[in-house]
């Protein structure tokens, strides 16, 4: 190593690093608008998605998310194209929804807030189809 001036090394200067506190407002942001679409749900029927990889995230706030909306009962895989995963949180209503590429990487990550998401619904197109190969 290079010696700097009064005989110290590179390595003998101590650098220290501080990293802002940022945080993005989007954790309490969501959990109001969940509220919100729960209720409209509730009152007319309406779903509701919300898109998380679209959103600028504070460090660890995603996955605060998360564990606060925990997990319920129910969680479904669906095969094609790709990976899809569902799993209704411990609140009634409220959906994570992960779709993943052939390679296992995420593509979309949502919050969908619906009494069963739509993906989950057998189409008409495939009844048919079913119906037909019987």
């Known amino acids: 190593m290079n010696d700097v001036q009064g005989g110290e090394t590179l390595a003998d200067i101590k650098i220290q690093v501080e990293i802002p506190e940022y945080n993005s407002g989007n954790y309490d942001s969501i959990l109001t608008e969940i509220k919100f679409a ?21 460090p660890g706030e995603e996955e ?6 925990g ?18 949180t411990q609140y009634s209503g409220v959906w994570m929804v992960s779709h993943y590429n052939e390679e296992g990487e995420t593509i979309a990550k949502l919050i969908e807030i619906s009494y069963l998401p739509d993906m989950i619904f057998a189409q008409k197109e495939d009844i048919r189809s079913s119906l037909e190969r019987l």
């Open 64 to 69: 605060q998310l998360e564990k606060y909306l």
């Open 38 to 58: 729960l209720e409209q749900l509730l009152q007319q029927n309406k779903t509701h998605c919300i898109d998380l990889r679209a959103m600028p995230w504070s």
């Open 71 to 88: 997990r319920g009962e129910i969680a479904v895989e669906l095969n094609a194209l790709g990976k899809s995963t569902f799993y209704e």
